[in-house]
């Protein structure tokens, strides 16, 4: 059995026009628009698609207000969801969708998951080669500026979850998910395969244990796409919640925006890649582990510096005045 990846993710949100905005400047290609529903794409065929709450094929929601109600994983093939199926068939939950293409079940935290076989696509983009003291690959040539930002795949989703410990415990037994890091009794970084990026899955239990959503999260090529997609968002008026900024334990660059359909979203590029050798680390959780360092309000996408700090005078920044 082999999950691959998020396919699908669902959000309950009943300001479309909010939606429709946010959702294209984030780089999405728009596949839906109408009353019912919002649908859009990442670069390899990842569906995000947007409901109006009340709608009564959405699972239940797991905390009031807009927020994710179904996420929907892919597997490899045919035989890995007829034995996801025999793992999850005896659940109280289990539902058999689209002629059984798409099955699934309620996680401890009250969050409908499904599967199905991965129905995204391959792609090939180019990506910024990074010059360091003992290879550089990039000669002769410069590396990238974006205007923007266009998501290859929705990569990771955190939900804060009533109790960590019965909930990671879900995935890995259930769905063969597999630890990479955790904050003891606080947090687990989950990955889906043994060979993967630092985590597909991350569960969060606060202090006052509650469920809901904290991010989803949106793979882009390299770090230039996450500051040019960041900037360009800040440019059209969208307010950010941290970042740009780095994480120490996935070593990924990021940067949080909030997001009208719910909690919050992040561009993110160059995580760890982990394989079977990978033993989960333990970590206590604080401001220092989730940024290594991180900018407070966004960049200004017409200054280039951070927000509200002021724009450069003069061409050269060494002008003297």
């Known amino acids: 059995m082999k999950v691959l990846g998020i396919d699908e993710i669902v959000y309950g949100a009943d300001d479309f026009d909010a939606c429709r905005g946010f959702f294209s400047d984030w780089g999405l290609a728009v596949k839906r628009d109408d009353a019912q529903g919002l649908d859009f794409e990442t670069l390899n065929g990842c569906r995000v698609l947007v409901r109006k709450t009340g709608d009564a094929s959405l699972p239940p929601a797991i905390e009031d207000g807009p927020t ?16 996801l199926r025999e793992a999850i068939a005896g659940e109280a939950t289990f539902v058999s969708l689209e002629g ?15 599967f199905q076989v991965s129905r995204k696509h391959d792609v090939q983009v180019d990506c910024a080669l990074m010059n360091t003291w003992n290879d550089k690959p990039r000669m002769n040539q410069r590396s990238p500026i974006y205007e923007r930002a266009v998501p290859i795949e929705v990569g990771h989703v955190v939900f804060f979850v009533k109790d960590v410990k019965a909930t990671e ?8 998910f597999c630890p990479s890091d955790r904050y003891p009794d606080r947090g687990a970084f989950l990955r889906c395969a043994q060979e993967g990026g630092h985590h597909d899955l991350f569960l969060l239990q606060l202090p006052q244990p509650r469920s809901g959503l904290n991010h989803v999260a949106f793979t882009v090529r390299d770090i230039h796409e996450v500051f040019g997609g960041g900037m360009h968002m800040s440019r059209t008026g969208w307010d950010t919640q941290l970042g740009p900024g780095r994480h120490p334990i996935s070593s990924a660059y990021f940067w949080y925006f909030k997001n009208p359909a719910g909690g919050l979203i992040e561009y993110y590029a160059d995580e760890d890649q982990l394989d079977a050798h990978w033993e989960p680390r333990a970590f206590e959780p604080g401001p220092t582990m989730f940024a290594e360092w991180a900018i407070e309000g966004g960049l200004d996408g017409n200054t280039r510096r951070q927000k509200n700090a002021g724009g450069p005078e003069g061409k050269f920044l060494t002008e003297k005045r």
Not at 100 to 114: E, H, K, Y
Not at 169 to 176: A, E, I, L, P, T
């Open 68 to 83: 994710l109600r179904e996420v929907v994983w892919g597997v490899d093939n045919e035989a890995s969801l007829r034995e």
């Open 100 to 114: 059984g293409a798409r099955i699934g079940c309620t996680d401890p935290n009250g969050l409908a998951v499904r």
């Open 169 to 176: 415990q879900f995935y890995v037994d259930k769905f063969g």
